[in-house]
């Protein structure tokens, strides 16, 4: 028969092998090997700002797809008229969603042509983004700040460091 303290020995040990092999799984991931993109370890919701603060903020639409697509990325909507290199956007976060790989960004853009209430929807996978589907419509008055949907939130996305 076993003893307390054997059991409660072997216990701990089992503890503390279990504890070691989730560290190293996570510190020795291969999936992140030979990936040094910008959004490479990230939360889903970080690798979308920094997408959009190169694509919008600088206007770089082709620089953001290069650093955060994967090569087998499906975007819905790649000619959209306000997704080019014309230069930087005003875009207006009104509000974000974030769910497990999932991101949906609703915001307004101005910058190129009349400005439009925007829905930007993303799913990331291991630090980029694989899938991007835009839905877009004018604006009611013609400005992001005169819409009837003007109520911008600040919910905590800070642009990517460049």
């Known amino acids: 028969m076993i003893s307390d303290s054997k059991l409660n020995a072997v216990s701990v040990g089992l503890g503390l092998l279990l504890t070691a092999y989730v560290a190293q799984d996570l510190h020795f991931n291969p999936r992140w090997y030979g990936d040094t993109g910008p959004g ?11 997408y959009m603060d190169i694509a919008y903020g600088r206007g770089k639409v082709d620089e953001a797809a290069r ?7 499906l975007d819905a909507t790649p000619h959209a008229p306000y997704r080019s290199d014309a230069g930087p956007l005003a875009s207006t ?25 925007v829905i930007d929807m993303f799913r990331t996978s291991n ?6 589907k835009t839905i877009a ?16 939130l600040d919910l905590g996305l800070k642009p990517a460091k460049a």
């Open 40 to 50: 490479v370890g990230k939360m889903p919701r970080e690798v979308v700002a920094g």
């Open 67 to 73: 650093l955060y697509y994967t090569p087998k990325t």
């Open 93 to 117: 976060v009104r509000q974000v969603v974030a769910e497990g790989l999932n991101v949906v960004v609703h915001h307004c853009v101005e910058g190129a042509g009349p400005a439009r209430e």
């Open 127 to 132: 630090g980029r983004i694989a899938w991007r």
């Open 137 to 152: 419509q004018p604006a009611d008055g013609g400005a992001c700040a005169s819409s009837s949907l003007a109520r911008p």
